[in-house]
């Protein structure tokens, strides 16, 4: 789920975790919708937002710490098990707290650290993953070597509740 949905010119639904820093001024939003012509739908480059009430408020200077451990996690088949791997994140420095935060700060439910310094953020488990036992998530953190970020091909995986829609 998302927690925003977007409607734009005459009524091209898009959907998003996050809004742009800047809003636009409510007038600018003038075209009718195609489905009813009483409701608008945005205009050309600007959206009418609507934000799904079962999602949670969240504050994000305190976000790393509303995610919990899950337990050690099999890497995908095929492709990721966690989708979003963050690219900004310096794999040499990494402690499981910066990928907290980052996957907070762009309102991922799931986080995950593998292979010393990879960071990973997403929304569900993909590609067949599976819990797998603890002693497969033993190479520690490059940048905070008590802490453990997976091993290889296996994710230490985090979840923060409050990310999600508070119906299933």
């Excluded at 001024?25 to 009418?48: I, K, Y």
């Excluded at 451990?69 to 990721?80: A, D, F, H, T, W």
């Excluded at 490059?142 to 409050?162: D, F, K, R, V």
Aim: net charge negative; charged share 15%.
């Amino acid at each position: 789920g998302f927690r925003y949905a977007g409607l734009i010119y005459f009524g091209n639904c898009l959907c998003g975790t996050m809004l742009p820093p800047t809003q636009a001024p409510e007038l600018d939003c003038d075209a009718p919708c195609n489905g009813n012509q009483n409701e608008m739908c945005g205009s050309n480059q600007r959206f009418s937002i609507y934000q799904d009430p079962t999602y949670p408020a969240v504050d994000l200077s305190t976000i790393a710490s509303q995610y919990t451990p899950k337990g050690c996690y099999s890497e995908g088949v095929s492709y990721r098990a966690v989708t979003y791997r963050q690219d900004q994140l310096d794999p040499s420095t990494l402690t499981t707290e910066e990928c907290l935060s980052a996957c907070g700060h762009e309102y991922y439910p799931l986080a995950a650290t593998e292979h010393y310094g990879e960071c990973y953020c997403g929304y569900t488990l993909q590609g067949g993953s599976v819990p797998a036992g603890s002693s497969n998530c033993n190479l520690p953190c490059n940048g905070n070597p008590s802490e453990i970020c997976g091993g290889a091909n296996y994710l230490n995986l985090y979840e923060a509740t409050i990310l999600e829609s508070t119906r299933p």
